[in-house]
């Protein structure tokens, strides 16, 4: 659909404000409509704006699927609102999403940054199989919050996995 290119092409050059203006004249916006206006919201400092679009999004009777949790976990991280994560988590959960990889690491990431090293902890540890990103992020949290003896812990475990470190 070109509303949706155009919704995406506006938000990748930062201007929100078109971006939105070509939502609003969509006829019927679609899931990936809104995953644009959210992701856009969320990537460009704007994540109370992304939350707010979650919520019309779903008034309107469009569901959310994994896309739309990866960006609003996103952005209940970027400004540490542990509270409407914890909420998002539980939505995650029943929707059954919450073995998904991509949205495993979101949901490591959004605790990381609140600061509940241990939940994402918990997290890690009930997913059924990993990948080097959800290691990185694991090990990346605990070296965030000075549990650097963990960190290192955690990264010789990954390498007993048959991980290998990369460099980015």
């Not at 779903?58 to 994560?85: E, H, R, S, W």
């Not at 694991?138 to 000075?146: C, E, I, N, T």
């Amino acid at each position: 659909m070109v509303g949706n290119s155009l919704v995406d092409m506006y938000l990748k050059c930062g201007m929100i404000k078109k971006a939105q203006e070509v939502f609003e004249q969509l006829p019927i916006p679609d899931i990936v409509s809104w995953n644009a206006l959210i992701s856009g919201y969320a990537q460009h400092g704007s994540s109370h704006a992304a939350l707010k679009c979650f919520h019309e999004m779903q008034d309107q009777g469009v569901f959310p699927d994994v896309v739309t949790f990866m960006c609003v976990l996103k952005a209940c991280g970027n400004i540490g609102d542990i509270v409407k994560g914890q909420e998002i988590h539980t939505a995650v959960v029943s929707h059954g999403l919450e073995m998904d990889l991509s949205v495993a690491s979101c949901l490591l990431d959004l605790y990381e940054k609140c600061g509940s090293i241990s939940t994402s902890k918990e997290i890690f540890d009930k997913l059924p199989k990993r990948d080097i990103v959800l290691w990185t992020s694991l090990m990346a949290g605990y070296v965030k919050h000075g549990y650097y003896e963990e960190a290192l812990t955690y990264f010789y475990h990954m390498q007993s996995e048959g991980f290998s470190p990369n460099c980015a």
